[in-house]
């Protein structure tokens, strides 16, 4: 069952997880960024594979860790999301600045507000997506709880399928009803790097999503794939492609205690005892929000 719900909630707290030791030790290098008044600064994590030099931006623990990316291809940038708050996306707006190129493409992955909230911040840029996400966060983004997202809402369609940016190929496709109805996936066959965002979290608790055996399916098929070596996520830092198991146990321990849990506190108690070192503790509380029974 397809639920569509406010992520108000979510500006809780949450602990930006250390995660992806092996990336970081082979060469990544975090740098806090710019903090924009009272909001703690975001951490900027950058490497290079193949020729393509990658920026992930990871937003403060206020606001959620979830991610922007920012992608040089050549003497042109992909950007992937906006993040949730107008400070986060200033960060990203000085990352992209930082570059000193020109953006080619800017789209949005899913509909869930962290990740497009920061879009109306972002007023140089035109983003892109599919008709689907652009109609499933509609409402949500007229009904006054973020800055409407304008050159989203009217902005044109992201293509799928293979073409080059910068002279480099990228792949976008899309995958229905998993953690969100639709999202978009930018895949760098070359570098063997995948976008993958809301699809996995790193050491993070995950929204209970659509419908769990659908994605579980969907990173089975990531699982091999040859292209699927680097993982950009969308909470949380960099990782590898051993995070794909590492989500599936978790979606099954879920599905296993969502079947034996008799409310929606048994489902999140049951999770926090099978993950007790996982942050972010809170989004166990959108449980409620997905029940059915």
Request: negative net charge; glycine residues 10%.
């Amino acid at each position: 069952m397809t639920t569509s719900i406010s992520r108000r909630g979510l500006l809780q707290g949450a602990t930006l997880t250390a995660g992806a030791v092996a990336l970081i030790r082979a060469g990544l290098t975090p740098t806090p960024v710019r903090a924009q008044g009272a909001m703690p600064a975001g951490t900027v994590v950058s490497f290079a594979k193949s020729g393509v030099n990658f920026h992930t931006y990871v937003s403060p623990a206020r606001a959620v860790n979830v991610t922007a990316h920012v992608i040089e291809l050549g003497d042109q940038l992909l950007v992937v999301d906006a993040t949730f708050l107008p400070p986060t996306a200033m960060e990203v707006a000085d990352l992209i600045a930082s570059t000193g190129k020109s953006v080619h493409t800017a789209y949005v992955s899913h509909e869930h507000p962290d990740h497009w909230g920061g879009v109306s911040t972002l007023s140089d840029l035109s983003f892109v997506t599919l008709p689907e996400i652009r109609e499933g966060l509609r409402a949500e983004a007229s009904n006054g709880e973020n800055p409407e997202p304008t050159s989203l809402l009217n902005g044109a369609d992201l293509a799928l399928g293979m073409t080059e940016i910068g002279g480099v190929p990228v792949e976008f496709r899309a995958y229905d009803n998993a953690e969100a109805p639709k999202a978009i996936v930018a895949v760098l066959p070359e570098q063997k790097v995948a976008v993958l965002q809301d699809l996995v979290y790193n050491n993070v608790y995950f929204a209970p999503g659509v419908d769990r055996k659908i994605w579980i399916a969907t990173l089975e098929g990531f699982r091999d794939d040859p292209a699927f070596e680097t993982l950009l996520v969308g909470h949380g830092l960099p990782t590898t492609r051993g995070e794909l198991d590492v989500a599936i146990g978790y979606l099954k321990t879920f599905d296993a205690a969502w079947d034996e849990g008799g409310t929606p506190d048994d489902v999140a108690a049951a999770m926090a005892a099978a993950y007790p070192s996982y942050d972010g503790a809170f989004l166990l509380g959108l449980i409620g929000a997905y029940w059915d029974k």
